[in-house]
């Protein structure tokens, strides 16, 4: 079997299970969580779990303490994702995406304390 893999999750998957195409497209899988963080984003309502670790939305309200979920989105290689606080953080320190924002700046000065 061919299997081409994701740039978006790093899974190897059938060339059949992308969209667009195996070599500049994503799979079924990301697709969804994608329209899941646009959902998000239109509705309010928070996705199922963390797109990075799968952690569930109640496990993280029960973490959390209260009745609201606390959850981030990011652009990713053209497509978002919803990440648990631990998620993002991990993230926000390896991408680039941010390096020349205020936002970015701020993280910087903050965790250089």
Same mark, same amino acid.
């Given at each position: 079997?061919?299997?081409?893999?994701?740039?978006?999750?790093?899974?190897?998957?059938?060339?059949?299970?992308?969209?667009?195409?195996?070599?500049?497209?994503?799979?079924? @899988?990301?697709?969804?969580?994608?329209? *899941? $963080? +646009? !959902? =998000?984003?239109?509705? /309010?309502?928070?996705?199922?779990?963390? @797109?990075?670790?799968?952690?569930?939305? *109640? $496990? +993280? !309200? =029960?973490?959390?303490? /209260?009745?609201?979920?606390?959850?981030?989105?990011?652009?990713?290689?053209?497509?978002?994702?919803?990440?648990?606080?631990?998620?993002?953080?991990?993230?926000?320190?390896?991408?680039?995406?941010?390096?020349?924002?205020?936002?970015?700046?701020?993280?910087?000065?903050?965790?250089?304390?």
């Amino acid at each position: 079997m061919v299997a081409v893999t994701c740039r978006i999750c790093g899974k190897a998957r059938d060339p059949r299970e992308f969209v667009h195409d195996a070599i500049t497209g994503y799979c079924w @899988h990301c697709y969804e969580h994608h329209l *899941e $963080a +646009l !959902r =998000a984003l239109a509705e /309010g309502t928070p996705p199922a779990a963390c @797109h990075v670790c799968g952690v569930s939305t *109640e $496990a +993280l !309200r =029960a973490a959390q303490g /209260g009745a609201d979920v606390r959850m981030y989105m990011h652009p990713k290689d053209g497509i978002y994702q919803v990440l648990c606080p631990g998620c993002s953080d991990r993230y926000e320190r390896k991408a680039t995406i941010y390096d020349n924002t205020p936002y970015g700046w701020r993280k910087k000065l903050k965790g250089k304390k």
